[in-house]
T-cell receptor, first 114, second 110 residues
Framework: EAGVTQSPTHLIKTRGQQATLRCSPISGHTSVYWYQQALGLGLQFLLW???????NRGNFPPRFSGRQFPNYSSELNVNALELEDSALYLC?????????????FGQGTRLTVV | EDKVVQSPLSLVVHEGDTVTLNCSYEVTNFRSLLWYKQEKKAPTFLFML????IEKKSGRLSSILDKKELSSILNITATQTGDSAIYLCAVNNAGNMLTFGGGTRLMVKP
């Protein structure tokens, strides 16, 4: 069974541009979470999607947005990129919305803003 | 706001040593606590703890939750160089949101 897949693996953008990151959850998982991990820092919660809807978002500006498609895959969009957006972006998926199930992570997208 | 604090921030040991990593939390409507190991990119799942006092074990790794003290420990016995990683603790609240601690960076020297 395929795990969580993210694309692209690496992304280099210039300041002011937009970046789109993609995530495909494990088959059957309906919840997708996005996290930002800047160099040397912990995982900061960005967004949570479940059943196609945004359920929660972390303390990030509105230029961080996303969506979840009917097949439960998800996109994270970052507009007006800033240098400090350079980080590893991790996506995780889980099976049940309200149950005690673990979240599984993808390999991440390394975004570099120059 | 939910909060998860891990200690120590970093740890250097030699192969064969036993280590104990700590995680404390403040969370509204606690549901579960999870431990992950992050070596290069993707954190890999280790344990999920929901009940206080019940130890979960996998090989040389074990973990236990103390709901009264709002904390958990992760033990690694007979450490090996392959255990070198960042260990992440996360708590899941009733809203099913995972809040992560800053991690403990473990280095095991030969």
């Amino acid at each position: 069974e395929a795990g969580v897949t993210q694309s692209p693996t690496h992304l280099i953008k210039t300041r002011g541009q937009q970046a789109t990151l993609r995530c495909s959850p494990i088959s059957g998982h309906t919840s997708v979470y996005w996290y930002q991990q800047a160099l040397g820092l912990g995982l900061q919660f960005l967004l949570w999607y479940d059943e196609g809807e945004e359920r929660n978002r972390g303390n990030f500006p509105p230029r961080f947005s996303g969506r979840q498609f009917p097949n439960y895959s998800s996109e994270l969009n970052v507009n007006a990129l800033e240098l400090e957006d350079s980080a590893l972006y991790l996506c995780a998926s889980s099976l049940f919305r309200w149950g005690n199930t673990e979240a599984f992570f993808g390999q991440g997208t390394r975004l570099t803003v120059v | 706001e939910d909060k998860v604090v891990q200690s120590p921030l970093s740890l250097v040991v030699h192969e064969g040593d036993t280590v104990t990593l700590n995680c404390s939390y403040e969370v509204t409507n606690f549901r579960s606590l999870l431990w992950y190991k992050q070596e290069k990119k993707a954190p890999t799942f280790l344990f999920m703890l929901t009940s206080s006092g019940i130890e979960k074990k996998s090989g040389r790794l074990s973990s236990i939750l103390d709901k009264k003290e709002l904390s958990s420990i992760l033990n690694i016995t007979a450490t090996q160089t392959g255990d070198s990683a960042i260990y992440l603790c996360a708590v899941n609240n009733a809203g099913n949101m995972l809040t992560f601690g800053g991690g403990t960076r473990l280095m095991v020297k030969p």
